[in-house]
């Protein structure tokens, strides 16, 4: 009996050690699994993070004070523009975040600000067939998950068919719909605009201060760098996400942080990754047309493929996408939440030829409202928001916006 007992006894505490075993094992696991969670998470972190505090200029261009005050009038001053009516700020204006609250902007032959600008008649003038980029962080176009850029290989555009903000700067001139109009060619404008440059005495004072060891400092590449060189001031890098990043944890609210992490979770990072959340790659979508155009739009090399699209400042820089089809972030959720199910929204571009990475998207409605939450944290509204009271051509500052 005694022996029965001490046979018991051996038994009930082989089962009590084999099951504190199990259970240890099942407690390393589960904190294996934690740590992989964690270490997960960092990774997907790693992939959005604040913007540097300075700004990077090319060698040929450093920035100078008499540079910013050059560029920042000629910025404003329709002078550039073959009818005299367009500025730059006429579409990119510090009132909507330097972009434009339209979907397509109205450049030549147009009248009014922004949602309200619209063609004098008669008119021949085509819409500009993109949505006007905020010029705010252009001077960190092409940043990559180290941090790193080259001003000189920024891409700018949508196609990004020009690099660096000086190269950016000129385009504009030249394109019929935007500044230059039908009075001059495209080989005519920059010549005709140096031309008038230099028949104004405060330009021609202007330059030679921006410009002092250059013998012909009212030149079209000057005219460039100098454009270039007061937008590199645009900047707005201290949105509260920015802040949380640097080390501030009470910078985001919790709701935000959910949808940070949401938005890790659904693969938005795939993309919209680094300090300005865009991988400044190509892309096809398949967003649908803009019927306001004449012919579709085929993008980058006619492949359909478009730049993705900074998140930062999105309540500055609505409508959305590069035709400025999609007025809120909720219509861009949607139709992100269609392409992960299957459809395409444009009849000619098939779901096959959708980007993958769009494709393998776990995008549900219910992550809509944490994922809006974070972005709403990238906002940051200080940034250089004044105008010029006047410009040397005398012409209406920002042409013809009636403001």
């Given at each position: 009996?005694?022996?029965?007992?001490?046979?018991?006894?051996?038994?009930?505490?082989?089962?009590?050690?084999?099951?504190?075993?199990?259970?240890?094992?099942?407690?390393?696991?589960?904190?294996?699994?934690?740590?992989?969670?964690?270490?997960?998470?960092?990774?997907?972190?790693?992939?959005?993070?604040?913007?540097?505090?300075?700004?990077?200029?090319?060698?040929?261009?450093?920035?100078?004070?008499?540079?910013?005050?050059?560029?920042?009038?000629?910025?404003?001053?329709?002078?550039?523009?073959?009818?005299?009516?367009?500025?730059?700020?006429?579409?990119?204006?510090?009132?909507?975040?330097?972009?434009?609250?339209?979907?397509?902007?109205?450049?030549?032959?147009?009248?009014?600000?922004?949602?309200?600008?619209?063609?004098?008649?008669?008119?021949?003038?085509?819409?500009?067939?993109?949505?006007?980029?905020?010029?705010?962080?252009?001077?960190?176009?092409?940043?990559?998950?180290?941090?790193?850029?080259?001003?000189?290989?920024?891409?700018?555009?949508?196609?990004?068919?020009?690099?660096?903000?000086?190269?950016?700067?000129?385009?504009?001139?030249?394109?019929?719909?935007?500044?230059r109009g039908m009075r001059y060619s495209e080989s005519e404008i920059l010549d005709v605009v140096v031309a008038r440059l230099q028949e104004i005495g405060e330009y021609e004072q202007l330059f030679s201060l921006a410009f002092p060891t250059d013998p012909e400092p009212v030149s079209i590449d000057n005219l460039a760098k100098a454009i270039a060189a007061y937008e590199r001031t645009l900047v707005s890098n201290n949105s509260r996400f920015d802040a949380f990043k640097r080390g501030d944890e009470n910078a985001l609210s919790e709701a935000e942080k959910e949808g940070m992490q949401t938005f890790l979770d659904v693969g938005c990072a795939k993309c919209h990754n680094g300090p300005m959340f865009s991988d400044y790659q190509m892309h096809v979508l398949g967003v649908p047309d803009n019927p306001k155009l004449a012919e579709?739009?085929?993008?980058?090399?006619?492949?359909?493929?478009?730049?993705?699209?900074?998140?930062?400042?999105?309540?500055?820089?609505f409508p959305f996408m590069h035709n400025g089809s999609m007025k809120s972030i909720k219509e861009i959720l949607e139709f992100y939440e269609d392409i992960a199910n299957g459809k395409s929204r444009n009849p000619h571009i098939p779901i096959e030829d959708i980007d993958p990475l769009a494709r393998s998207l776990k995008l549900k409605v219910k992550d809509f409202g944490p994922i809006t939450n974070f972005l709403l944290s990238l906002n940051d509204d200080n940034f250089d928001q004044s105008i010029p009271e006047t410009v040397p051509s005398k012409l209406p500052v920002g042409g013809e916006v009636g403001l």
């Amino acid at each position: 009996m005694q022996e029965k007992y001490s046979i018991n006894n051996f038994l009930i505490s082989l089962v009590a050690f084999c099951l504190f075993f199990i259970i240890l094992i099942l407690g390393c696991n589960d904190d294996k699994r934690v740590s992989e969670s964690k270490s997960h998470d960092t990774d997907r972190l790693s992939k959005i993070y604040a913007l540097p505090i300075s700004v990077i200029s090319p060698p040929g261009n450093q920035m100078t004070e008499a540079k910013v005050k050059l560029g920042r009038l000629l910025f404003f001053d329709p002078i550039l523009s073959g009818e005299k009516d367009v500025a730059c700020a006429t579409c990119h204006h510090p009132s909507n975040g330097f972009a434009e609250s339209r979907d397509l902007s109205i450049g030549v032959n147009g009248s009014g600000f922004g949602g309200n600008r619209a063609f004098k008649e008669p008119n021949q003038i085509p819409f500009v067939k993109r949505n006007a980029h905020t010029v705010l962080n252009t001077a960190y176009n092409g940043i990559d998950l180290s941090a790193k850029y080259d001003p000189e290989e920024a891409p700018m555009f949508w196609d990004d068919r020009v690099k660096s903000l000086e190269g950016q700067a000129l385009e504009p001139l030249k394109a019929l719909e935007e500044m230059r109009g039908m009075r001059y060619s495209e080989s005519e404008i920059l010549d005709v605009v140096v031309a008038r440059l230099q028949e104004i005495g405060e330009y021609e004072q202007l330059f030679s201060l921006a410009f002092p060891t250059d013998p012909e400092p009212v030149s079209i590449d000057n005219l460039a760098k100098a454009i270039a060189a007061y937008e590199r001031t645009l900047v707005s890098n201290n949105s509260r996400f920015d802040a949380f990043k640097r080390g501030d944890e009470n910078a985001l609210s919790e709701a935000e942080k959910e949808g940070m992490q949401t938005f890790l979770d659904v693969g938005c990072a795939k993309c919209h990754n680094g300090p300005m959340f865009s991988d400044y790659q190509m892309h096809v979508l398949g967003v649908p047309d803009n019927p306001k155009l004449a012919e579709r739009d085929l993008g980058f090399e006619l492949t359909n493929a478009f730049r993705t699209a900074s998140l930062r400042n999105l309540r500055f820089t609505f409508p959305f996408m590069h035709n400025g089809s999609m007025k809120s972030i909720k219509e861009i959720l949607e139709f992100y939440e269609d392409i992960a199910n299957g459809k395409s929204r444009n009849p000619h571009i098939p779901i096959e030829d959708i980007d993958p990475l769009a494709r393998s998207l776990k995008l549900k409605v219910k992550d809509f409202g944490p994922i809006t939450n974070f972005l709403l944290s990238l906002n940051d509204d200080n940034f250089d928001q004044s105008i010029p009271e006047t410009v040397p051509s005398k012409l209406p500052v920002g042409g013809e916006v009636g403001l």
